[in-house]
């Protein structure tokens, strides 16, 4: 396993569609070499911005397929595994398995209310079916209603040969500090799942973040951790806080559509949201613009699309 490749910044990719609702695969290339040429350090197919609850397993590897045929290997690929059931989850980390992604991201199951003992067999099951893939955990309290602990998350990371990182999606800092500190004397990566987090957690000792902002401004995403690691600790912040505004104006819009629409409204051809989701309503998407604007990232000027 080549863990030195896990880091840096990886986008949750957003998944374009059609006007039928199926994966349009000419826009999906676009926004993949869109990425890459603008900074990022890896790519997260079906993330929880790549909506990967809509789409079964079909579209699921067709999606992949894209991804990594378009990738070409110049940034690690990883695929999302959000399935409830662990049998389930299994079936999907072995298509991730067949189609060569570099590693996948394994969530909480949603819906449940699963013990610590419950979990920790899910996870170890999950993993141990695919031993050769790096599999990362995916903390994220907000979307499946429970968080995972910093007990549960050491257990695993010491147990589990190829559990070796985390992405954490709580915001909590304190809590993203303690998964860090507890496994710091072994080889795990944690990740701040937050974009507004990503240089609070490099202070901190993550190795980068997994940031749904990167879909749309890569260019900035990237700086604060292209800064940070040569040693521009100033430069690194303050990218951090030009992102954060616009990052925040998001949460105006329902989950997952701000994504989409903050693309679109960037010139990035990414299609609509998928049912039930619809559009924003104007002012919500006036505010955005508005933040895209202050920042200088509502157009695609000198970028590469």
């Known amino acids: 396993?080549?863990?030195?490749?896990?880091?840096?910044?990886?986008?949750?990719?957003?998944?374009?569609?059609?006007?039928?609702?199926?994966?349009?695969?000419?826009?999906l290339r676009k926004q993949v070499d869109f990425v890459i040429d603008n900074?990022?350090?890896?790519?997260?197919?079906?993330?929880?911005?790549?909506?990967?609850?809509?789409?079964?397993?079909?579209?699921?590897?067709?999606?992949?397929?894209?991804?990594?045929d378009e990738t070409k290997g110049r940034v690690p690929v990883y695929m999302g595994?959000?399935?409830?059931?662990?049998?389930?989850?299994?079936?999907?980390?072995?298509?991730?398995?067949k189609n060569h992604v570099f590693g996948i991201s394994v969530l909480s199951p949603m819906f449940l209310t699963p013990t610590e003992e419950e979990l920790f067999e899910h996870f170890k099951s999950v993993a141990e079916s695919v031993p050769e893939l790096p599999v990362l955990l995916y903390n994220n309290p907000g979307r499946v209603g429970y968080g995972l602990s910093v007990k549960l998350v050491e257990r695993l990371a010491r147990?589990?040969?190829?559990i070796v990182g985390l992405k954490d999606t709580s915001g909590d800092y304190s809590l993203m500090s303690e998964f860090i500190r507890t496994t710091r004397d072994i080889e795990f990566r944690v990740f701040s799942g937050k974009d507004?987090?990503?240089?609070?957690?490099?202070?901190?000792?993550?190795?980068?973040?997994?940031?749904?902002?990167?879909?749309?401004?890569?260019?900035?995403?990237?700086?604060?951790?292209?800064?940070?690691q040569a040693g521009d600790y100033k430069a690194s912040l303050e990218a951090q806080f030009r992102l954060n505004p616009v990052r925040i104006s998001m949460d105006a819009a329902s989950f997952?559509?701000?994504?989409?629409?903050?693309?679109?409204?960037?010139?990035l051809k990414v299609g609509k949201p998928i049912k039930p989701n619809l559009t924003s309503p104007e002012k919500v998407l006036?505010?955005?613009?508005?933040?895209?604007?202050?920042?200088g990232v509502d157009k695609l000027d000198d970028l590469i699309y």
């Open 1 to 27: 396993m080549e863990i030195e490749k896990i880091r840096g910044i990886i986008v949750p990719i957003i998944t374009p569609v059609d006007e039928q609702e199926n994966i349009d695969e000419k826009s």
């Open 39 to 68: 900074g990022v350090h890896g790519i997260l197919a079906y993330g929880s911005n790549g909506e990967f609850y809509m789409f079964d397993d079909e579209e699921l590897e067709q999606g992949l397929k894209i991804i990594l």
């Open 81 to 97: 595994i959000g399935a409830i059931r662990t049998r389930n989850a299994i079936r999907l980390a072995k298509i991730a398995e």
């Open 159 to 162: 147990n589990v040969k190829n």
């Open 196 to 228: 507004t987090l990503v240089y609070g957690g490099l202070c901190t000792g993550s190795v980068g973040g997994v940031c749904t902002a990167a879909n749309i401004y890569p260019e900035l995403v990237s700086s604060i951790y292209n800064f940070f």
């Open 256 to 267: 997952p559509v701000a994504a989409k629409e903050m693309a679109n409204i960037r010139g």
């Open 286 to 295: 006036q505010q955005m613009k508005s933040e895209m604007k202050k920042a």
